[in-house]
């Protein structure tokens, strides 16, 4: 609040002094001055297309794998071609989670929405699909081929390790990669794709590192929570003096990124990854994320295995080695059990022959949060008046600076030319309108001098440079790089108020205005406040008592899942503008609707797809008033391009306005 402070300051004392106030003489009137805006605005039809579902799946392919789920590496004399002699018939031909990933990448061929992942994993993470990185649709029938290829041949790679921990961190770092990529190109579609995760595999974490080898207890079966000791077999891994840390992650013996001596696979590591995933969900406004784990331990087919297969799983101290698998079972149902809850997902197991066989991924929740479009916002504001103490005032740029209250104190403190400059809502010409330079006068922004954080044309900074609204909230491209808002989205912290409203009184528009935010403590909620157009930051009871907008809406659901909207905004106020430059414009009032529509699964953080409508007025007491009667209609949405509701970025200047239909009313 601290750019608010001269301002705030200098017009609350104005309110006790009239140092700075020139009487304005009453004038007899025998006109009504409000206004009431009726018509309807209707919501699109979803395309289905624009709720992406974004699927990582996490593969296991450590050596294992072709007991738990054979065959694999089939070469004569091998490991995997012993135990598989071993397995009762029927002898399986292709592995269970091969043929399972393979039926799934069928149903989503079927859905154009979904885009997939593969991260195979075992001492560490290689052979990722698709090869460039990312993600792909498998709607493609190249990529559908690609990736089926890809899991075809994952037995036949099978590695030493488990690692856990690698694998979870590459899929955070692909998630986390694909929403920054997002945040840049198409922002709006993060709050409607939902995040999937599958983590399946056939054992525990491998190899597990404890920096501290002088505890007095870890971890084993019966108490899984504690931390891990070295796993038997890794000891002179984890503890070995590497000055040079592992490179290659395509070694089959070294654990990329791991530095000797520290810990690696425990459980608070793996449980980080997956709170950190989980946390992207707020902090980058994600529709959903959650991890599932899936768990292949065949008890079965290690038991006829034998003696060969006794160790597979690790060894465990004060256990007999013919129960290993047993311990090593109860351990990974633990872990996977916790990650999935802390991932908001779920648990699968599939512990037999039978079970493996019988395997499918199909069940997750790979559904899109598609569904109808409902209202999230409609409002309007007045681009040529401004919230007074008890009435409206002019303001005739719409730049939030009243035209003549206080107009010697900003002549003398801002410098501001009040006989040229008037009507120009950004008096310098830098791309930060009057007002969000006076509110940041703090920061060094003046109002009547070009700030080099905006626009010079004559500036080698920004030659040739000029202002932009691209997506019509009512900032220029300046102004949002200036606030960290989104040049694309017009409301950037979902809230349902654009960024340009919440940047005219100083708030922040990155920062949702919480339901009963009150900012100015005067009882009325800030949403309240940007609905009846009156000052969230000023204690304006009786303006807002007096002038408050008031919204009656009556929707009407369609056949084709779409929802029109009656609406009618009574209480708007006109003002006596001073004319416009050029012509003795006397009394024209603008009055601006904003319109969101959001899916109904999320309304409360989805930014919204925006409209917006014009309307002109003429009040000039005591003869003039346009329209004659109490309204102006809009009248039905009839969803075409000379339709009153249209895209924001065809509105954002004052030239915009004045285009021929445009409005409603009767034009300047």
């Not at 709050?191 to 599958?198: A, C, S």
């Amino acid at each position: 609040m601290k750019r608010l402070s001269l301002w705030l300051a200098l017009s609350l004392s104005s309110a006790c002094s009239d140092s700075f106030l020139q009487p304005k003489e009453a004038e007899p009137t025998n006109i009504d001055d409000r206004l009431t805006l009726k018509g309807q605005v209707c919501t699109s039809v979803p395309d289905p297309t624009g709720f992406p579902v974004k699927v990582v799946l996490v593969v296991d392919q450590s050596g294992s794998m072709c007991v738990s789920d054979p065959p694999g590496s089939q070469m004569q004399g091998s490991f995997c071609a012993d135990a598989l002699s071993r397995q009762p018939p029927p002898i399986p031909t292709e592995p269970a989670r091969v043929r399972a990933l393979k039926k799934l990448f069928g149903q989503f061929a079927a859905q154009p929405n979904v885009q997939v992942a593969i991260l195979p994993f075992e001492t560490n993470v290689k052979g990722t699909w698709p090869p460039g990185g990312g993600f792909a649709s498998l709607a493609d029938a190249a990529n559908l081929a690609s990736a089926t290829a890809r899991v075809n041949s994952l037995q036949s790679e099978l590695g030493k390790g488990t690692d856990y921990q690698g694998a979870l961190s590459a899929a955070y770092s692909l998630v986390s990669s694909d929403i920054f990529k997002t945040e840049l190109m198409q922002p709006e579609l993060l709050p409607r794709t939902r995040y999937v995760v599958v983590f399946l595999t056939d054992g525990t974490p491998y190899p597990k590192c404890a920096a501290n080898d002088m505890l007095s207890q870890y971890a084993d079966q019966d108490n899984p929570d504690l931390l891990w000791a070295d796993s038997s077999s890794a000891m002179t891994f984890c503890n070995a003096i590497n000055p040079q840390p592992c490179m290659d992650p395509t070694s089959s013996d070294c654990v990329f990124g791991y530095v000797a001596g520290t810990d690696r696979n425990q459980n608070y590591q793996l449980y980080s990854y997956v709170d950190q995933l989980l946390e992207l969900k707020a902090s980058h406004n994600i529709g959903d994320v959650r991890l599932h784990t899936v768990l292949l331990f065949n008890e079965e087919a290690v038991r006829n295995c034998g003696t060969m297969c006794q160790d597979l799983y690790g060894s465990y101290p004060n256990v007999p080695p013919g129960q290993y698998p047993q311990a090593a079972h109860k351990i990974a149902q633990h872990i996977l059990t916790k990650l999935a809850e802390r991932g908001n997902g779920i648990f699968q197991e599939f512990d037999d022959n039978a079970g493996v066989a019988n395997f499918s991924l199909g069940a997750l929740d790979y559904s899109s949060l598609a569904s109808r479009n409902v209202m999230k916002t409609l409002l309007v504001r007045s681009l040529t008046a401004a919230p007074g103490d008890v009435d409206r005032v002019d303001d005739a740029d719409g730049d939030g600076l009243i035209d003549k209250r206080d107009n010697n104190f900003y002549a003398m403190s801002i410098g501001k030319n009040w006989t040229a400059q008037q009507f120009a809502a950004d008096s310098d010409g830098d791309c930060f309108d009057d007002n969000f330079e006076v509110l940041h006068y703090d920061d060094g922004f003046r109002a009547n001098v070009k700030d080099g954080r905006g626009c010079d044309p004559m500036s080698p900074l920004t030659l040739n440079c000029s202002c932009r609204d691209t997506d019509g909230d009512g900032l220029s491209q300046y102004a949002e790089d200036y606030l960290h808002t989104r040049q694309t989205v017009v409301d950037s912290d979902g809230d349902g108020i654009p960024d340009g409203m919440e940047a005219r009184y100083g708030l922040d528009p990155t920062k949702p205005q919480a339901n009963g935010l009150d900012t100015d403590g005067d009882g009325n909620p800030d949403f309240a406040e940007f609905r009846a157009d009156s000052s969230p930051i000023q204690r304006d009871n009786a303006f807002f008592d007096k002038n408050g907008y008031e919204y009656e809406i009556t929707p009407t659901e369609l056949p084709n899942n779409t929802i029109c909207y009656d609406f009618s905004v009574s209480n708007l106020q006109m003002v006596k503008t001073d004319g416009l430059p050029g012509a003795q414009r006397i009394g024209f009032n603008l009055f601006k609707v904003y319109f969101a529509e959001s899916p109904e699964s999320g309304v409360a953080t989805d930014y919204g797809t925006w409209r917006t409508a014009c309307a002109w007025a003429q009040y000039a007491p005591p003869t003039v008033r346009a329209p004659a009667g109490p309204e102006l209609d809009f009248g039905p949405d009839p969803k075409t391009p000379a339709a009153p509701f249209k895209q924001p970025s065809t509105m954002t200047s004052a030239a915009d306005y004045l285009v021929a239909n445009r409005c409603i009313g009767i034009h300047p």
